[in-house]
């Protein structure tokens, strides 16, 4: 067995390990604030310069096409006490979700692939608007607080997936008050999706 292969879960689990103690850090510090979720945000940009822990296809595997809205997260972060959540998803090209708010602070950092992430506001006078569009590719990343709202779109061809760092307040699982809006503003609930598995932890 190749070593430099077989070590990759435990050099990840480490890093992983200690990003979240200066997560927590930075929260104790500075609470859940717009500011202390982008200091958490660079946390995660440095995280995902160790692409080759992350973007691993021998472990990590898509969903089939046309099952779970074409996307898996794997959960990398261990239990600590808190309802923190931090996966390494895959996405496929064409991908998209209406705009929706997460109801907690959300960040989303590129590995390999582009999602485009689509920024909204309600205006009293303007009514529902787009505001921003960033690409979240490598190097790229992306804070929201519970109220932002976002779609995604994933870009690419084929059935070659996007990979992102995507870091939650809450789990996926949990957050099963999310809102979703159409382009009146209208909203209704937008279901969490049920596809996360937990990753090989070293």
Not at 32 to 35: K, L
Not at 64 to 69: A, E, I, L, Q, V
Not at 160 to 164: A, D
């Given at each position: 067995m190749d070593m430099k292969v077989s070590n990759i879960p435990a050099e990840r689990q480490k890093l992983v390990d200690q990003t979240m103690a200066r997560v927590a850090q930075i929260e104790r510090t500075h609470g859940?604030?717009?500011?202390a979720v982008n200091m958490m945000k660079d946390e995660l940009m440095q995280?995902?310069?160790?692409?080759?822990l992350f973007v691993v296809p021998d472990e990590f595997q898509p969903?089939?096409?046309?099952?779970?809205?074409?996307f898996v997260?794997?959960?990398l972060n261990k239990d600590d006490g808190t309802p923190r959540a931090l996966y390494v998803s895959l996405a496929l090209p064409g991908k998209s979700s209406p705009p929706h708010n997460h109801n907690n602070w959300a960040i989303l950092v590129g590995l390999d692939g582009v999602e485009t992430n689509k920024l909204y506001k309600v205006d009293p006078k303007d009514g529902f608007k787009q505001i921003d569009q960033i690409d979240v590719g490598q190097g790229v990343g992306v804070a929201l607080m519970g109220e932002d709202i976002h779609s995604i779109h994933v870009q690419g061809r084929g059935d070659?997936?996007?990979?992102?760092l995507r870091f939650y307040e809450r789990a996926l699982e949990d957050q099963t008050d999310?809102?979703?809006?159409?382009?009146?503003g209208n909203t209704?609930?937008?279901p969490p999706n049920p596809n996360t598995k937990d990753a090989a932890q070293g």
């Open positions: 859940v604030t717009r500011e995280l995902a310069t160790h692409k080759h969903a089939k096409r046309g099952t779970f809205k074409d997260a794997y959960r070659e997936p996007v990979w992102q999310r809102v979703q809006f159409d382009e009146k209704e609930l937008f």
